[in-house]
């Protein structure tokens, strides 16, 4: 039995390989609040969307046609109700290959709790795969999955960022990471159910099903610090596409955010950007 699953996952993978490589273009969307919105951003085109589109497109080689839909303050709930019907009308036009979401920063703000976080991200969560499952159609008892891949962005440590002072950055520190806590407590829960409903029908459909997983952002500090000289940081995935001299102080934190030191902007929609389309391959490979 243990060899069987073996074989079929590998099918399930080389399939999914073959797929995209022959597609004529990848088709991203991303949801959420303001990173997504691109505040801090002067246009769309070097803002989260458009440099997540360049890093999709550098890893496949292929055009990427990619919308993004945000709102500055939406809370995990203000995404369902205010975004996801504008990905639902793209879904019924185009099949999208992954659906990018940003979250939770909004709930940490506000200080819910992570019972009312977890909630509000399952609510969200059955609102888009349920429209994938439904293939864009209400109502249709008939349905057929699709290969469509939800990436959460995960919650950055608040206690991280350069602009918050303390005790606040402390307070909304462990906020933060308690939201963490709740993000990844669901997504292995909806894993766990795509996991059981691929052993029973996908594979032996020879298709594969819906897949989630979060992207974690590693501390900018981490690696502009721990990445020796110029040439490894050249070198690093989640730098490519960033010039970098020959400096060894080339690159700073500051350059990473906006204005505010709180969105990402610059080299950091650029770095998140990358983080998204490795995870996106990653999981391709994976699973």
């Given at each position: 039995?243990?060899k069987?699953?073996?074989?079929?996952?590998?099918?399930?993978?080389?399939?999914?390989?073959k797929?995209?490589?022959?597609?004529?273009?990848?088709?991203?969307?991303l949801i959420g609040?303001?990173?997504?919105?691109?505040?801090?951003?002067?246009?769309?085109?070097?803002?989260?969307?458009?440099?997540?589109?360049?890093a999709?497109?550098?890893?496949?080689?292929?055009?990427?046609?990619?919308?993004?839909?945000?709102?500055?303050?939406?809370?995990?709930?203000?995404?369902q109700?205010?975004?996801?019907?504008?990905?639902?009308?793209?879904?019924?036009?185009?099949?999208?290959?992954?659906?990018?979401?940003?979250?939770?920063?909004?709930?940490?703000?506000?200080?819910?709790s992570?019972?009312?976080?977890?909630?509000?991200?399952?609510?969200?969560?059955?609102?888009?795969?349920?429209?994938?499952?439904?293939?864009?159609?209400?109502?249709?008892?008939?349905?057929?999955?699709?290969?469509?891949?939800?990436?959460?962005?995960?919650?950055?440590?608040?206690?991280?960022?350069?602009?918050?002072?303390?005790?606040l950055?402390?307070?909304?520190?462990?906020?933060?990471?308690?939201?963490?806590?709740?993000?990844?407590?669901?997504?292995e829960?909806?894993?766990?159910?795509?996991?059981?409903?691929?052993?029973?029908?996908?594979?032996?459909?020879?298709?594969?099903?819906p897949?989630i997983?979060?992207?974690?952002?590693?501390?900018?500090?981490?690696?502009?610090?721990?990445?020796?000289?110029?040439?490894?940081?050249?070198?690093?995935?989640?730098?490519?596409?960033?010039?970098?001299?020959?400096?060894?102080?080339?690159?700073?934190?500051?350059?990473?955010?906006?204005?505010?030191?709180?969105?990402?902007?610059?080299?950091?929609?650029?770095?998140?950007?990358?983080?998204?389309?490795?995870?996106?391959?990653?999981?391709?490979?994976?699973s």
């Open positions: 039995a243990s069987t699953n073996d074989t079929s996952s590998f099918t399930e993978c080389c399939s999914k390989l797929n995209m490589r022959e597609k004529e273009e990848i088709c991203v969307m609040d303001s990173p997504v919105e691109g505040i801090g951003n002067p246009t769309h085109d070097v803002a989260l969307g458009g440099q997540t589109a360049r999709f497109s550098r890893l496949y080689h292929k055009p990427v046609r990619y919308w993004a839909y945000g709102k500055s303050g939406l809370t995990t709930r203000g995404v109700t205010e975004m996801v019907p504008l990905m639902k009308q793209i879904s019924k036009k185009r099949e999208l290959d992954v659906v990018i979401v940003s979250c939770g920063v909004n709930n940490t703000l506000r200080s819910h992570a019972e009312t976080f977890g909630r509000e991200l399952n609510s969200l969560l059955h609102s888009i795969f349920d429209y994938a499952d439904s293939g864009g159609r209400s109502g249709n008892e008939n349905r057929k999955p699709k290969n469509v891949t939800v990436i959460l962005i995960g919650l950055i440590d608040f206690s991280y960022l350069p602009f918050l002072p303390w005790p950055s402390s307070v909304l520190g462990w906020r933060s990471r308690s939201l963490q806590a709740e993000m990844e407590r669901v997504v829960e909806w894993q766990k159910i795509f996991s059981y409903n691929t052993s029973r029908f996908d594979q032996q459909q020879n298709k594969a099903g897949k997983v979060i992207a974690n952002m590693p501390r900018v500090e981490d690696i502009l610090n721990n990445h020796g000289g110029s040439i490894a940081k050249k070198q690093h995935p989640l730098l490519q596409g960033i010039a970098i001299s020959d400096s060894e102080n080339d690159l700073d934190i500051n350059d990473f955010f906006a204005d505010d030191g709180f969105h990402p902007a610059k080299n950091g929609t650029i770095m998140v950007g990358n983080m998204l389309a490795q995870t996106y391959h990653k999981l391709l490979n994976e």
